[in-house]
């Protein structure tokens, strides 16, 4: 089963990953749909693995089953790095320090940036009262060392974006349970933060902005504006650079669903 949007390179090769019983990226011909390779996972993939300039892609994992001819049978989380051409694994890496002392997950696409990094948010299960921040790293995208860290409140779950200044927008869900705001449509909905970090190592924030629910939806940008929808139920234009909005709109429902820019 395929949960993940696939991923075109230059050379009009598609990769796409498998989610249930998966843990299987495969490289597509472009043109014929033919299976030109695949290589085992250490993970399940539901979100679009990235592809840089460099020839290596880059797929975030979660810990669920794999399937049965995996030669990883402990699924992990973590991000993990492929050569583009051939498949072969380059490096893999795990957040340490999740629920009961194991991995966070990494429930979203990495962001290519600037300077080799590569950077992914992590989440956590909402609610763990002995857990409640989950880490943005940035990745040495040669390496897979972790050059930097910043601790968000609860999970990151949205795919994130970067600007031409290299900085990163994404949105978080604040796992404290005490924080759940009433019953809407069948589940509690969680207060949420949208941050803006600067891209260095050090993972400045520069900004956020706290609302009456979470920010889980893919992020859009443009013409200097981030765009997002929330859990409130607005859809939010937030200035880049301080943060103040440019654009509200009530959308009358929560929503997880990102924003299409034209």
Known sequence: EMWSSPSIAPNGDIYIATQEYGGILYRIDGTTGAILDQADTRGTVEHTPAIADNGII???????????????PIARAGTEAFDAATLDTLWFVTQPGGIGGGDFASDNSPIIGRNNRV?????????????????????NSLTG????????PGWVACPGVADEDGHLYYGAEDSDAASALPLRGGGPIFEGDFICFDGTDAMNI?????????????????????????????????????????????????????????
């Open 145 to 152: 060392t972790i050059e930097g860290t910043s601790w968000t």
């Open 206 to 262: 520069l900004w956020s902005h706290h609302a009456e629910g979470d920010f889980g939806s893919p992020v859009g940008y443009c013409d200097g504006i981030v765009y997002t929808t929330c859990r409130d139920g607005n859809l939010y234009g937030f200035d880049k650079d301080t943060g103040a909005i440019f654009a509200q709109h009530y959308l009358d429902a929560p929503t997880w669903t990102g924003s299409t820019i034209g």
């Open 58 to 72: 880059y797929p975030n994992t979660l810990r669920q089953q794999l399937h049965a001819g995996s030669i990883y």
């Open 119 to 139: 950077y992914t948010g992590y989440v956590l299960w909402p609610g763990n009262g002995t857990v409640t921040s989950a880490p943005v790293n940035a990745i």
